[in-house]
C-alpha cells in the first residue's frame, strides 16, 4: 500500500480500491463524501469504490449506501 507517498498538508486525492486504496495525489487527509469531516489517512477506514468517494465512520457509509439507493431507506 502507498498510503505514505509523499507527504503534503492539504487534501489528498485517492484512488480507492476494493481493500486498498492508492494515493494519486499527495495529502494528509480526505473529506468525508456525507459529513464533510476531515479525514486523516492512517485512520480511512470506510470507502466506496464503485463511488470513489470515503466516509468517516460506519454510520456515514451506510447513509451513503441510502442515498444511493444500494439500502432501502430506514423511515
Known amino acids: 500500500m502507498n498510503r505514505f507517498e509523499g507527504h503534503g498538508s492539504g487534501e489528498a486525492k485517492i484512488r480507492y480500491l476494493d481493500a486498498d486504496f492508492q494515493v494519486i495525489a499527495?495529502?494528509?487527509?480526505?473529506?468525508?463524501?456525507?459529513?464533510?469531516?476531515?479525514?486523516?489517512?492512517?485512520?480511512?477506514?470506510?470507502?466506496?469504490?464503485?463511488?470513489?468517494?470515503?466516509?468517516?465512520?460506519?454510520?456515514?457509509s451506510v447513509a451513503a449506501d441510502e442515498r444511493a439507493g444500494v439500502l432501502p431507506s430506514q423511515n
Open 26 to 60: 499527495p495529502g494528509s487527509h480526505v473529506r468525508c463524501a456525507i459529513t464533510g469531516e476531515i479525514i486523516p489517512l492512517d485512520e480511512l477506514k470506510y470507502w466506496s469504490v464503485a463511488r470513489q468517494e470515503p466516509y468517516v465512520d460506519v454510520h456515514a
